[in-house]
């Protein structure tokens, strides 16, 4: 709920609002070509100079971890990876302008992307490094530094805030929120803009670098489906992710980000393995939020507790998964963090014809545990525009329902999404429609929809649309209300 009376934004509480869809802006800047190679390619260190620097929160706000790559990649047939152990994964830090200063050290390690076709080009990474620093004050600058000293391959200084201690009264000052980022020139607009506003936190939900988009030898994909979900491997340029780490370190540098994973991160390669640039590059709270797995973790920042999920792998009752978020919801003391918010990539709730209700399987298995322990609000991504919705349970408009927000327009190769769903001539064929999981997306059997597949005009549940690049920061004010506020 908004404070109306003292910002001037209406509050959930005076909806459900009538559904509002903006008109598509003549003059939107719709520029998705990919940044020049030299833009891309910008080197920031030589030999094992830190590079592709990353900050990324504990599950508490004493603790933070800090990422980075050392040493360059190779790409081709005959690639030799790097030794871990030829670098120390080290980190200085200090309160901001203390001459008291600490040093953590971490682990460190190389991945593969590894494809048996001849003619496929493999790759092997950098040495990434990961370095838990712990023992941290609240809501405190610190600054720090990261590489190995021994063979003077420091970084310079950088800056990150910790979050506020747990309770009812501290959140972070601002919270950016976006997805479906890639490297476009749309993507230096929306990163920029995220610069400005200064965020203390930042949340990427999902579809990074899209560097599946792209053939081992750099060159375009000409049919990305017909290597996709199905394909026993997924030719990718890992390069791009390098790419994406270097142009996203002066932001992510030096401000908590956490990230989940979406359908471009899924990146089959040789002996089925998946996720390895995204769970070997970017480092989770998992183990400290009491799961198994990198693809869904959960973590505090003040009052507020997110929890980030996983739509593309078992979500099902019976699935570890979906144990641990019943265990995760159930331990979470409303009194010390009164707001719940969830994230994953693909929405459960979305009018756009793109992966319309693409993801109905883990809605039905999931959303009564959510609406049971009342999640307030859900973010996710995938569909390539901006959508919120009144409170929504089942379809239907409920005021104990989370607010969806989609927020998947960050600035990608692929362009955005306007074709809704609900005009005529635009509701997909359910046949048509890949349901990740089962087979769940029936027609409706009650409500305004009832015998169709999709509503014949925007659904009440659907509060506002726009399809256009950007972001949004959410605040937390002290008075306990919530406003988001979209660029």
């Not at 005959?78 to 971490?106: K, M």
Request: with cysteine; net charge negative; charged share 15%.
């Amino acid at each position: 709920c908004v404070d109306g009376d003292a910002i001037g934004i209406p509050t959930t509480l005076e909806g459900p609002f009538k559904p509002v869809t903006a008109p598509l802006d003549k003059n939107l800047r719709l520029n998705v070509s990919d940044l020049p190679y030299v833009l891309q390619n910008n080197a920031q260190g030589e030999g094992f100079q830190p590079e592709q620097i990353f900050v990324s929160l504990s599950a508490r706000y004493d603790s933070v971890w800090i990422s980075w790559i050392t040493g360059e990649f190779q790409i081709g047939d005959n690639i030799s990876p790097l030794d871990p152990e030829l670098v120390q994964s080290i980190v200085y830090f200090r309160v901001f302008r203390s001459s008291l200063t600490y040093q953590a050290e971490g682990y460190s390690l190389v991945y593969n992307q590894l494809y048996p076709p001849d003619g496929l080009q493999n790759y092997t990474s950098g040495i990434i490094h990961h370095v838990l620093i712990t023992g941290l004050q609240p809501n405190t600058l610190y600054e720090y530094e990261c590489g190995d000293p021994s063979i003077s391959a420091m970084s310079s200084s950088h800056y990150f805030r910790t979050m506020p201690v747990s309770g009812p009264s501290d959140y972070p000052n601002r919270i950016a929120v976006v997805g479906d980022l890639g490297l476009t020139y749309n993507t230096t607009t929306t990163v920029a803009h995220l610069m400005s506003n200064h965020p203390d936190l930042l949340l990427l939900i999902g579809d990074l670098s899209y560097a599946d988009l792209y053939l081992t030898n750099g060159t375009k994909s000409s049919c990305y489906l017909c290597q996709s979900i199905e394909s026993p491997i997924q030719e990718t340029y890992q390069p791009r992710w390098d790419y994406w780490g270097r142009y996203m370190q002066p932001l992510v540098s030096n401000v908590p980000t956490m990230v989940i994973e979406g359908e471009h991160e899924i990146e089959r390669q040789a002996e089925n393995q998946t996720f390895a640039a995204y769970s070997s590059r970017f480092a989770f709270p998992s183990e400290e939020s009491g799961s198994s797995s990198s693809l869904y973790y959960s973590f505090n920042a003040g009052g507020i507790h997110f929890v980030m999920l996983s739509a593309y792998i078992d979500y099902d009752k019976s699935s570890d998964q979906y144990k641990w978020l019943e265990s995760d919801l159930g331990d979470v003391d409303r009194e010390v963090t009164p707001w719940l918010i969830a994230a994953w990539h693909p929405p459960w709730y979305s009018t756009y014809s793109a992966h319309y209700r693409e993801v109905e399987c883990m809605r039905v298995e999931m959303e009564d545990l959510l609406y049971y322990y009342g999640v307030d609000i859900v973010f996710n991504g995938h569909v390539h525009a901006y959508e919120r919705s009144n409170r929504v349970y089942n379809y239907s408009l409920d005021p104990c329902g989370p607010v969806y927000i989609l927020v998947g327009d960050g600035g990608n190769v692929e362009g955005l999404d306007i074709v809704h769903a609900d005009e005529p001539g635009n509701c997909p064929e359910p046949s048509t429609t890949p349901d990740m999981g089962g087979s769940c997306a029936f027609n409706f059997t009650s409500g305004p929809a009832s015998g169709k597949f999709c509503w014949d005009r925007q659904p009440d549940y659907s509060a506002y649309r726009e399809s256009s690049f950007g972001h949004g920061i959410l605040e937390v004010l002290i008075s306990l209300s919530i406003a988001l506020t979209t660029f």
